[in-house]
């Protein structure tokens, strides 16, 4: 067995050794703390005397707990010198190559080779002898495979002495550690399956993610805030399965407006069922809103999914049943805002009377808070788990996803909202010409049910009333350090004006749609229905990296809430009031673009979509919209939870006390 120590640097001589090296046993043995010098070991071939130098006897590998020194002679760190006088050339070769076993194996007793002298039973003892030399050469041939001793680690300043003793159930290796790497605490005892490498993922995976997102150097641009006490909450409370007890009757809905608004109106119609022990219709979807959508229930969502998630909640069946499909359902049109109260007691005795009625508006017809968490929970199931888009959809939205990363780049779905509807809605016309601004007009008055006619354009954008322009959310996104390489998913209908998007695109080229980022082909099915191409846009932008939303629409508290749910994915509130004065001043000139955007920066640190608890306003409307943020209720804080549990017990235990 070749040697993978340094020889003695003092002599150069055979010499008798003055410490030894244990052999390997069944036993685990210890490293002595301190660094062993690797310079100090020299093992010669099993067939010569091993040259053992001097070691530091603090730092020599010890065998003690092995051996419980039993034997003076082979426990006291040295080699016997009983043999020391004795000439092997008074004796046969056999019995030479004997003695030379016996200074390589000093644990023998002396006896055993003293007695070779006397001519007692010579034969037989020659005979032993040659059984001995046979069980130790197969001893030395297996053993010659399984230990090392090494002195150099590529990469390192210090000197390292590592051996390894590999035995039958590979469970032991021992390591030293560098003298340069003192001050780190010394490990003995390692797994030889446990690779540096592995050592290293190990490590890692007990850090905190939002360092090791730091770790990989994600620019905070593009990094979540942190959520990491919050979780979802939307288990169904065992009190509140249904038990197939009879229902009071049968409910027909009637979802109105666009799809977003379609989308949380169904949610609460299913917590109304639930309220009322009604049994509810497959909704009806608007076909009269401003896209004239002829889109039905099962063309835009899974309507046997919906049903199955729901089926422990609420029963919901397809069609009337016959005996009532021809029964002219009693017409209603609930009040918004609506508290559970409202509906066991002013609808729960009409539908039990006329067994069939049908809501004709769902938009905001339940109330923010004051419901129970039962109801509340069962809002996010309807919302995030009930209402999945038809497999054509998903299919389609999850493709335009993966082309947008096609090169591993984060993208930001921009709802822009500068759409002809929203800005006639409005009464917004900046930066448009005064022929579409006459046109956004005459579309305000053509709308009967859109009460303001008369809007003064420049004072509703003061008051952050009017969605951002092209330009304003080209210089938003700047000023946030988004660079023009960012790839940019609009999430709107087509954007009004003749150029509109002009500066936009100047600013930043990397700019899809779904009209751009699919091909003719895939869009087809679609094309001639606005509800599920605004499905596609919903899937991107829950999808995103970034959501940045320019105006409190339908869409934007859908998505938001959604993003809120699924671990607040970063979302940026943009304050349209402070931002377009802003805008004002660098176009005038009072204001540099690096103090533009420090401002913008620091005006927008808290509007990133970190967790925060809905706002309760002085009245339903003013307040924040449940589906917009959907914590309490839907989310919970870890760290409260386990405080109010804390108190709960407190307060039991006094109480049994």
Same mark, same amino acid.
């Not at 730092?59 to 040295?78: K, R, W």
């Not at 046969?92 to 080779?113: D, G, H, Q, T």
């Not at 009604?278 to 229930?297: I, K, M, N, Q, R």
């Not at 809905?614 to 209720?633: K, W």
């Given at each position: 067995?070749?040697?993978?120590?340094? #020889?003695?640097?003092?002599?150069?001589?055979?010499?008798?050794?003055?410490?030894?090296?244990?052999?390997?046993?069944?036993?685990?043995?210890?490293?002595?703390?301190?660094?062993?010098?690797?310079?100090?070991?020299?093992?010669?071939?099993?067939?010569?005397?091993? #040259?053992?130098?001097?070691?530091?006897?603090?730092?020599?590998?010890?065998?003690?707990?092995?051996?419980?020194? %039993?034997?003076?002679?082979?426990?006291?760190?040295?080699?016997?010198?009983?043999?020391?006088?004795?000439?092997?050339?008074?004796?046969?070769?056999?019995?030479?190559?004997?003695?030379?076993?016996?200074?390589?194996?000093?644990?023998?007793?002396?006896?055993?080779?003293?007695?070779?002298?006397?001519?007692?039973?010579?034969?037989?003892?020659?005979?032993?002898?040659?059984?001995?030399?046979?069980?130790?050469?197969?001893?030395?041939?297996?053993?010659?495979?399984?230990?090392?001793?090494?002195?150099?680690?590529?990469?390192?300043?210090?000197?390292?002495?590592?051996?390894?003793?590999?035995?039958?159930?590979?469970?032991?290796?021992?390591?030293?550690?560098?003298?340069?790497?003192?001050?780190?605490?010394?490990?003995?005892?390692?797994?030889?399956?446990?690779?540096? %490498?592995?050592?290293?993922?190990?490590?890692?995976?007990?850090?905190?993610?939002?360092?090791?997102?730091?770790?990989?150097?994600?620019?905070?641009?593009?990094?979540?805030?942190?959520?990491?006490?919050? #979780?979802?909450?939307?288990?169904?409370?065992?009190?509140?399965?249904?038990?197939?007890?009879?229902?009071?009757?049968?409910?027909?809905?009637?979802?109105?407006?666009?799809?977003?608004?379609?989308?949380?109106?169904?949610?609460?119609?299913?917590?109304?069922?639930?309220?009322?022990?009604?049994?509810?219709?497959?909704?009806?979807?608007?076909?009269?809103?401003?896209?004239?959508?002829?889109?039905?229930?099962?063309?835009?969502?899974?309507?046997?999914?919906?049903?199955?998630?729901?089926?422990?909640?609420?029963?919901?069946?397809?069609?009337?049943?016959?005996?009532?499909?021809?029964?002219?359902?009693?017409?209603?049109?609930?009040?918004?805002?609506?508290?559970?109260?409202?509906?066991?007691?002013?609808?729960?005795?009409?539908?039990?009377?006329?067994?069939?009625?049908?809501?004709?508006?769902?938009?905001?017809?339940?109330?923010?808070?004051?419901?129970?968490?039962?109801?509340?929970?069962?809002? =996010?199931?309807?919302?995030?788990?009930?209402?999945? +888009?038809?497999?054509?959809?998903?299919?389609?939205?999850?493709?335009?996803?993966?082309?947008?990363?096609?090169?591993?780049?984060?993208?930001?779905?921009?709802?822009?909202?500068?759409?002809?509807?929203?800005?006639?809605?409005?009464?917004?016309?900046?930066?448009?010409?005064?022929?579409?601004?006459?046109?956004?007009?005459?579309?305000?008055?053509?709308?009967?049910?859109?009460?303001?006619?008369?809007?003064?354009?420049?004072?509703?954008?003061?008051?952050?009333? =009017?969605?951002?322009?092209?330009?304003?959310?080209?210089?938003?996104?700047?000023?946030?350090? +988004?660079?023009?390489?960012?790839?940019?998913?609009?999430?709107?209908?087509?954007?009004?004006?003749?150029?509109?998007?002009?500066?936009?695109?100047?600013?930043?080229?990397?700019?899809?749609?779904? #009209?751009?980022?699919?091909?003719?082909?895939?869009?087809?099915?679609?094309?001639?229905?606005?509800?599920?191409?605004?499905?596609?846009? +919903?899937?991107?932008?829950?999808?995103?990296?970034?959501?940045?939303?320019?105006?409190?629409?339908?869409?934007?508290?859908?998505?938001?809430?959604?993003?809120?749910?699924?671990?607040?994915?970063?979302?940026?509130?943009?304050?349209?009031?402070?931002?377009?004065?802003?805008?004002?001043?660098?176009?005038?000139?009072?204001?540099?673009?690096?103090?533009?955007?420090?401002?913008?920066?620091?005006?927008?640190?808290?509007?990133?979509?970190?967790?925060?608890?809905?706002?309760?306003?002085?009245?339903?409307?003013?307040?924040?919209?449940? +589906?917009?943020?959907?914590?309490?209720?839907?989310?919970?804080?870890?760290?409260?939870?386990?405080?109010?549990?804390?108190? %709960?017990?407190?307060?039991?235990?006094?109480?049994?006390?």
């Amino acid at each position: 067995m070749s040697s993978g120590g340094l #020889n003695n640097s003092t002599s150069s001589t055979p010499t008798t050794a003055s410490a030894a090296i244990a052999l390997p046993t069944t036993t685990r043995r210890r490293v002595a703390d301190g660094v062993m010098d690797a310079s100090a070991v020299t093992l010669a071939s099993p067939t010569n005397i091993i #040259n053992v130098g001097k070691i530091n006897p603090d730092a020599a590998v010890s065998s003690a707990d092995e051996d419980e020194e %039993s034997d003076p002679t082979c426990c006291n760190g040295s080699i016997s010198g009983a043999g020391s006088h004795l000439h092997s050339n008074h004796y046969s070769p056999v019995i030479k190559y004997l003695l030379l076993r016996r200074r390589v194996f000093f644990c023998v007793p002396e006896a055993w080779l003293l007695s070779v002298r006397s001519g007692r039973n010579l034969g037989r003892k020659i005979f032993g002898a040659l059984m001995l030399m046979a069980v130790v050469s197969v001893f030395f041939a297996f053993l010659g495979g399984h230990v090392e001793v090494g002195d150099r680690v590529n990469g390192t300043e210090g000197r390292l002495l590592i051996l390894k003793t590999l035995q039958d159930d590979g469970t032991v290796a021992q390591h030293a550690v560098t003298e340069n790497q003192a001050a780190r605490p010394k490990r003995v005892f390692e797994r030889m399956s446990l690779s540096e %490498s592995e050592t290293e993922l190990e490590s890692e995976s007990s850090l905190p993610k939002r360092l090791l997102d730091e770790q990989n150097t994600i620019p905070e641009i593009w990094m979540k805030p942190n959520s990491d006490d919050f #979780n979802k909450c939307i288990a169904r409370p065992r009190n509140r399965i249904r038990t197939g007890s009879k229902t009071n009757g049968y409910l027909l809905v009637h979802a109105n407006g666009g799809l977003n608004q379609m989308r949380t109106g169904i949610c609460d119609m299913v917590a109304v069922a639930k309220i009322m022990n009604a049994t509810l219709v497959l909704p009806y979807l608007d076909h009269e809103s401003f896209w004239t959508d002829p889109s039905g229930f099962k063309d835009i969502f899974d309507w046997r999914h919906f049903i199955d998630v729901l089926t422990d909640d609420i029963e919901i069946i397809e069609y009337l049943p016959t005996r009532y499909a021809a029964q002219k359902p009693l017409l209603k049109a609930p009040i918004s805002w609506s508290k559970a109260s409202y509906y066991r007691k002013e609808m729960i005795p009409l539908l039990k009377k006329h067994k069939v009625v049908k809501f004709t508006h769902t938009d905001s017809r339940l109330a923010n808070n004051g419901l129970a968490s039962s109801i509340q929970r069962l809002r =996010c199931r309807a919302n995030y788990v009930g209402l999945r +888009y038809t497999k054509e959809i998903e299919d389609l939205g999850k493709v335009l996803v993966n082309r947008l990363r096609n090169n591993g780049n984060p993208y930001i779905a921009l709802h822009l909202r500068y759409e002809k509807d929203m800005l006639a809605f409005t009464g917004c016309s900046h930066n448009l010409t005064a022929k579409e601004d006459e046109e956004l007009r005459d579309m305000r008055y053509s709308v009967k049910h859109w009460k303001e006619k008369e809007i003064d354009s420049e004072e509703r954008r003061l008051q952050g009333g =009017c969605p951002f322009s092209p330009r304003e959310a080209a210089l938003f996104l700047k000023a946030m350090g +988004y660079p023009s390489t960012t790839t940019i998913y609009i999430v709107a209908g087509e954007i009004y004006g003749s150029n509109s998007m002009a500066a936009f695109r100047s600013e930043y080229p990397n700019v899809f749609s779904h #009209n751009t980022l699919a091909t003719e082909e895939e869009l087809r099915p679609f094309k001639p229905y606005q509800n599920r191409l605004a499905a596609l846009d +919903y899937i991107v932008a829950l999808e995103s990296d970034v959501f940045v939303y320019t105006y409190d629409g339908n869409m934007a508290k859908a998505v938001q809430g959604h993003r809120r749910y699924e671990g607040f994915r970063k979302t940026i509130n943009p304050d349209r009031q402070n931002f377009v004065k802003l805008v004002d001043l660098l176009d005038k000139g009072d204001l540099s673009w690096e103090e533009f955007s420090s401002a913008v920066t620091t005006l927008h640190s808290d509007r990133l979509g970190a967790p925060y608890v809905r706002q309760i306003g002085e009245s339903p409307r003013l307040e924040e919209n449940f +589906y917009a943020n959907p914590f309490p209720g839907c989310i919970c804080n870890n760290s409260q939870e386990h405080i109010a549990r804390l108190k %709960s017990d407190e307060r039991r235990s006094i109480g049994v006390s």
